[in-house]
């Protein structure tokens, strides 16, 4: 009863006839049931079509069917189970053919020779020496544990934070695992991690994961703060998390499921500015790159642009302090990246303003309303 309701008052603000709505329920119903429904941050027993009738109520007639338009034609919606998918095929798919090229450099065997190069004991040695790491709690790190058994548990942890009794433990653990892996005690040498994997779900931008502010040419960022916890730890903390890596020989790979096309050209050109003066190699890995006709365009969606841009469909509460690390107003969303992307569990502030805004805070309301981190 409660869909039925929500269906007439679309067609109420749509002021569609019955032919409208035959015409227009199928793809409506496949879109809700298949995935806007899953939304996570939707109030309680809000659904996709209720949400979407509320929205359009807040243009005009004739805007109305250019945002109509929009959600049916440009809008991705990246589902829990799509997301569950990247995860799960990060290792086997991305990672484990970065081992194994490793493997093949180290031992002379052709990279051709995956059996052989699988089964030797210079790979299971690597594979064991690799830390993977959550950035956030996009990193699903529990679903990347249970995809990969071949992992163990005990070099997967769920933040970038560790603190000196859990580093205690990890080296307790690889020490073990080594020794039942060669045979013997292993030497200080092999009892400490090669490579760090930094894993999260999604970046649009690149800055919050590194930046550098112009005037002082520092760095910030999640990259950072690992940066300056592994590599200044023997000097600045002295908490025995130094003792992890060899930092001599030490690679991190930052591993994102999902990423557009400016941040992996951002952070390719500054991580090598961060890491360039020592001999930390660094390397980005994108699960599955959003390309660069994702964002809004002015020739294709200039009217739903236009819409964007008026300030009726504005609140300048938006533009915080985190909202002015970005260029722009935050009209288009962080960074002007102008994206018409939702994930499941919330809308990346990356979006457009008027696919995320949250009606209680602000006085346009969104289809899809975000849960802020940073509000006043």
Known sequence: MKDELAERLLAEVM????????NERP???????????????????????ESLALWLKQFSKN????????????????????????????????????LLDYTAKESGIPKNYISRLADSQKFKVLRRQCLFLGLSDGAHTDIFRRSNRELSHEQIWQAYEISPEKAKDMLKNLSEDMESILGRKPTEYESCFRM??????????????????????EFKGKIDKVYKQFYEAGTNLNNGIEKLFNRNELHIHLVLYMATQQACSHLDSIVRDLFSEKSIKCNITVIQPLSAGVPLQQMDDSLFLELVEKDIYYDAKVKTKHMNVGKGDGRRGFNDCSLPLVLSHNTPNNSIFLLWADPDFYNVRGLFPRTERHRS
């Open 15 to 22: 002021e569609w006839t019955s032919e409208n709505v035959a």
């Open 27 to 49: 793809s409506l119903q496949a879109m809700a049931a298949y995935k806007y429904d899953q939304y996570q941050q939707f109030s309680t027993g809000r659904k996709f079509v």
């Open 63 to 98: 805007e109305r069917q250019i945002a109509y338009e929009f959600v049916k034609k440009r809008l991705i919606f990246c589902s829990s189970a799509e997301m569950e998918h990247l995860v799960a095929m990060a290792y086997p798919d991305f990672i484990r053919p970065i």
């Open 196 to 217: 760090v994997f930094l894993l999260d779900d999604f970046s649009a931008s690149g800055l919050s994961y590194l930046r550098r502010n112009p005037e002082t040419k």
